[in-house]
């Protein structure tokens, strides 16, 4: 399976701007640029988005995962915050965090923990970022 999106970008980087988009059409020509990436400008950018895959790729992963072990979420929220800082050569991104809030009926925390960090190591968005990646998990009642 592959999935594809595209990027345009004209002009220079502070000046500069471009469009993403997505083979499904989700985003298509959503503006990027220096001001929305490491300013407050408007539009998207790649960290974003990474954060928005990261906590889509591990939410689903986790609902697997759960599935497998007996259990059904009523709901699992993720919101992922992906860092990206200034290094020796350049940027980079160096950590993501997920903070999970997740009810499920008939789980302890403990197996609750259990499952999702194996879903944090599991995701493939999490194999893909090869960074630092924490969590923390809230089990609701």
């Known amino acids: ?3 594809k999106a595209s990027a345009v970008w004209k002009g220079s980087l502070k000046e500069g701007s471009g469009v993403l988009s997505t ?3 989700v985003l298509r020509d959503a503006p990027y640029g220096f001001k929305s990436r490491f300013e407050a400008g408007p539009g998207t950018n790649p960290e974003e988005l990474i954060a928005a895959a990261h906590a889509g790729c591990f939410s689903m992963a986790l609902s697997l995962i759960l599935g497998e072990a007996g259990f059904t979420a009523e ?3 993720t919101h992922a915050a992906v860092a990206i800082e200034k290094v020796d050569d350049g940027f980079a991104i160096t950590s993501s965090h997920l903070d999970l ?3 499920i009926p008939g789980i302890d925390q ?4 259990e499952l ?3 879903a944090k190591s599991g995701c493939p968005v999490s194999k893909a970022l090869n960074t630092k990646i924490t969590m923390s998990a809230r089990l609701e009642t």
């Not at 403990?110 to 923990?113: D, G, L, N, R, Y």
């Open 110 to 113: 403990a197996k609750f923990e």
């Open 75 to 77: 709901k699992i929220e």
């Open 116 to 118: 999702a960090e194996k």
């Open 1 to 3: 399976m592959i999935k």
């Open 101 to 103: 809030a997740a009810k």
């Open 23 to 25: 083979e499904t059409g």
